[in-house]
């Protein structure tokens, strides 16, 4: 078992929609990250959390340190928000969630 | 602000040769930078953390003979790999934490170096 799984893997959506990328994990944690990845492969930081929740434009983050588990959405989708979001525990990573919006 | 910068974004070398790849934070000092390497559809895997002035600590798995890391300074870090091998063709990226001021974000990332060996 992975110890930093995200949800879904792949995630299609029309413009619009608000969408929700899912994490959960078994290690300990200090702070969770949430990456985004353009096709490219560069990695922008989108949040750092260790409690509650935070919102930057478009994009809000929650975590839940009981339940081991953290949320990003984005609202009002659009297609420049296709790319990987990757859920990160200190050194370990997620797989990712692939989001392709279509326009 | 806290920009790091990485080069090259992209690199193809033949086999047997060494590549070096540098990452500069442009305007602060990253006392500790990290190094990972992602292969296709593959999450990305923490190679090394690097810290200014001392040596580098590698995680399990990875050859310190093989990929040198070097922060000499607070702003520049270097990862290079040596006598490359088609095997080492991955996407190499480095990250710093970036401490004091304002800021959302705890990380920042280069952008990338996808590295060849042909």
């Known amino acids: 078992k992975n110890e930093v799984e995200q949800s879904p893997q792949n995630l299609t959506a029309q413009e619009g929609e608000f969408i929700t990328i899912n994490c959960s994990y078994s290690?300990?944690?200090?702070?969770l990250h949430w990456l985004q990845q353009h096709p490219g492969g560069g990695i922008v930081s989108l949040f750092m959390l260790s409690s509650g929740k935070k919102k930057h434009g478009r994009l809000i983050a929650t975590i839940n340190i009981q339940e081991k588990h953290s949320s990003l959405h984005i609202t009002a989708s659009h297609p420049r928000d296709s790319a990987v979001y990757i859920c990160?525990?200190?050194?370990?990573f997620g797989k990712g969630t692939r989001l392709h919006i279509l326009p | 602000g806290a920009v790091v910068s990485q080069h090259p974004s992209r690199v193809i070398c033949k086999s047997g040769t060494s590549v070096k790849i540098e990452c500069r934070s442009l305007?602060?000092?990253?006392?500790?930078m990290f190094w990972y390497r992602q292969f296709p559809k593959q999450s990305l895997m923490l190679m090394a953390t690097s810290n200014e002035g001392s040596k580098a600590t590698y995680e399990q798995g990875v050859e310190k003979d093989k990929f040198l890391i070097n922060h000499a300074s607070l702003t520049l870090s270097t990862l290079t790999v040596t006598s490359a091998h088609p095997e080492d063709s991955s996407f190499y990226i480095c990250?710093?934490?970036?401490?004091?001021?304002?800021?959302?974000?705890?990380?920042?990332f280069g952008s990338g170096t996808r590295l060849t060996v042909v």
């Open positions: 990250s710093a934490r970036v401490t004091g001021g304002p800021s959302t974000y705890g990380y920042t």
């Open positions: 305007d602060f000092q990253a006392t500790t």
């Open positions: 990160a525990v200190g050194i370990i």
């Open positions: 290690v300990g944690i200090s702070a």
